[in-house]
């Protein structure tokens, strides 16, 4: 049987490698990607294991790259990308990638300190300068002041001998002066600096009330903003400059600068001092912005170089981490020379393996060849599916319920084609249908350029990861779409309607209904060639009618069906997993319960279809035909139907009363046996066992209970051999639950199933209000305007119809498909109780930047 | 010159080619009076008689057939115009 039904069979080997090659055969398999080896010493902490070092040493070069990175994004210089792979370096490179990293942090370290302290330098460079011009300006209204109408109050301040004193340096002296010339108290002093924009109203606040108000702050906004020197964030600022008069006062002001982190500078009082200062602060920050300009440069330069190793780095990094981390797994021989490796392998891939394993030890020059030996063992191996690229993702869903156990029956291959088909009978729409194919489409003709492109988000790569069954689903509902003769909730006539209209004038005009009779010439008497007669769209009052019976009857038929070949599958597992018992008491009582009950139903349906007609006479006319949920109904309880109208009958065929009876009774009669017949048999088994000598039970009873005892996981001839038996009451517990849940499932699952009805309703008369409520106010509009109204109607409507119908009521229908699939399709033979089989390969690790090996440290 | 980012000069795009392909095969549907797309026709409740109606219906089936045309006109206009906005963003980023 081909691998795409069940899982790869696999072995657990054991391999010895010895010390010298062991690196690069490891490096081989890795490359391969299909091995998983298994921890040899999982009671060993991380940091006894051998291989320590060289795995911290990764870690830090690791660290190292991370930093360059960082660097490099920070400077938005592009990493070149080549997407190619270089083998895993020998040892011996380590060192020289060591001392590579190192010396480049080394560098980058000291270039960005430099450019801190340059930077630092040049901030308060820049706010010197600032201030000198901003205290300009408030000198010059006070001399401006005191030159006009504000006299009084710089009066007030300054004494008029204090102006006369200081009367060469214009009318009001500020700063400090000459103190022998004057009184202390009415020494106006006054600093000046910077603070942080958001902390001045706090600012004002504590200094009005720590001076009582005798202090005088005038503040200005720097308009640029400046740069922060340590993490380069872009802050704004304000120039402040505060007057005051005495030593007391200034060291109080000085505290609470200090405390609200402002920086104050040196302001001269003198008007040629400041401008002289301006000047030779205007020079500095000429001469620092050169130097600045180089310091970036040089960064640049090493940045750029780096950036067009760095991938190249961390794969190399990467992949000798992951070996040595792989070694770490190993066994240690007693006498040191080889390494001891338990790894599961697929049995199909042994030569492969070997091949890989030959040139590894090639490589490394070593002359004794490493040996890849098959143990048995008792445990279970990992599942693995082979998957391509369009099969990854279905099983991805099935994967999503849960891993199948060892050998089980995949579902991944009939999910292909069931799952876009039961996606497309809720979404059975010709035009939505298109959009979502057409989206698929360009996904998979994009797909190299597409997938090249990795990005973050998340939707967008669960999207491009179900391209195949996006363009599936499309498909399918494009078909669906043609039986349901829906596009837009509009209808196709194209092979012309079956349907005449033989009324005249008259009777057209004095009617407001008319109803079309199939039994008279109306119609033709052959049914529409595909799909639905376009005349329903017309027909506005009992269309939703006719849809209602049409699509509730084939979506329990399609129910009963996939539930059927559900419980088939696993006749397939039981087969395959030698289980007599169970294919016996379980698998046949199921089929008959099902069948007899829920295709008898459906068979129905058929019949009812076959039997009656518009154009048949009387017993089999469609007045006398049965409602087949009423039949059903009384069929289950035994119940005498009702009297039927005069000349029809109850019944579709003769017999049918006895044969509903008959097989009501035997899909009852199935339920204890479901229930009690495989629980019995074991028990049975048992104690023949135990009556008979012990060294005969072994070989043959003892075997077979043994592979059957385990009931709730078939998880496989082989596993089932040496563990504990199961206590009867539980086998009797277990049997019980799994009876009580197939029968109660068959009848919930059933009606589960009419949610296809449900929401391929739900979706036509959906598109249906979208059309007449929005596109139809663009299409009624009177007049030639109406074409440019209908441009913007129709914009808008394509956006909801892309918005809700396609994508929302996509995901509500991609939903409960996988529902469908998950608890109504698997449940009747998935145990999904297996692990997946986890390879030890360089594609996955770099794929996930590292962060498989650095999570398994 | 560029007046959209790329984002919206996508969505025109695809907009203006699912309105053309889609008002155009509209346009022949009413053109060729289509019963399904009736209730769509800026019709009275009522006609007294049939020939009103006929008249009536015919010249909306027109109309409305013309207006999807035009419409599509308009969308072949937005389409150009889309599409050169595309072309400049995606030279832009290409720099």
Known sequence: MGSLFRSEEMALCQLFLQSEAAYACVSELGELGLVQFRDLNPDVNAFQRKFVNEVRRCDEMERKLRYLEKEIKKDGIPMLDTGESPEAPQPREMIDLEATFEKLENELREVNQNAEALKRNFLELTELKHILRKTQVFFDEQEGGVNHTTESMTRALITDEARTAGASMGPVQLGYMDKSNEREDYLPCFVAGVILRERLPAFERMLWRACRGNVFLRQAMIETPLEDPTNGDQVHKSVFIIFFQGDQLKTRVKKICEGFRATLYPCPEAPAD?????????????????????????????????????????????????????????????????????????????????????????????????????????????????????TKAFQALIDAYGVASYREMNPAPYTIITFPFLFAVMFGDLGHGALMALFGLWMIRKEKGLAAQKTDNEIWNIFFGGRYIIFLMGAFSMYTGLIYNDIFSKSLNIFGSHWRLSYNTSTVMENKLLQLNPNSTDYVGDPYPFGLDPIWQVATSNKIIFHNGYKMKISIIFGVIHMIFGVIMSWHNHTYFRNRLSLIYEFIPQLVFLVLLFFYLVLLMFIKWNRYAATNPMPYSESCAPSILITFIDMVLFNTPKTPPTGCEVYMFWGQSFIQTVFVLVALACIPVMLLGKPWKIMQARKLANEEVQPIAGATSDAEIGGNSNGGSHGGAGAGGHHDEEEMSEIFIHQGIHTIEYVLGSVSHTASYLRLWALSLAHAQLAEVLWTMVLSIGLKQEGWLGGVILTFVFAFWAVLTVGILVLMEGLSAFLHTLRLHWVEFQSKFYMGQGYAFLPFSFDAIIENGGASSSEAE | MKICGPKLSLCGLIISVWGIVQLVLMGVFFYINSVALIEDLPLEEEYHTLEAFYTAANRAYNQNAYNCWIAACIYVLTLLLSAQQFYMNSRVTAN
């Open chain 1, 274 to 390: 400041r401008r002289e200062m301006a000047m030779g602060v205007m020079t500095r920050i000429e001469d620092l912005n050169t130097v600045l300009g180089q310091t970036q440069d040089h960064r640049h330069r090493v940045l750029v170089a780096a950036a067009k190793n760095l991938k190249n780095w961390f794969v190399k990094v990467r992949k000798i981490k992951a070996i040595y981390h792989t070694l770490n797994l190993f066994n240690l021989d007693v006498t040191q020379k080889c390494l001891i490796a338990e790894c599961w392998v697929p049995l199909l891939d042994i030569e492969t393996i070997q091949l890989a394993l030959r040139r590894g030890t090639e490589r490394s020059g070593s002359s004794v060849p490493p040996i890849l030996n098959r143990m048995q063992t008792f445990e279970n191996p990992p599942t693995y599916n082979r998957t391509n690229k369009f």
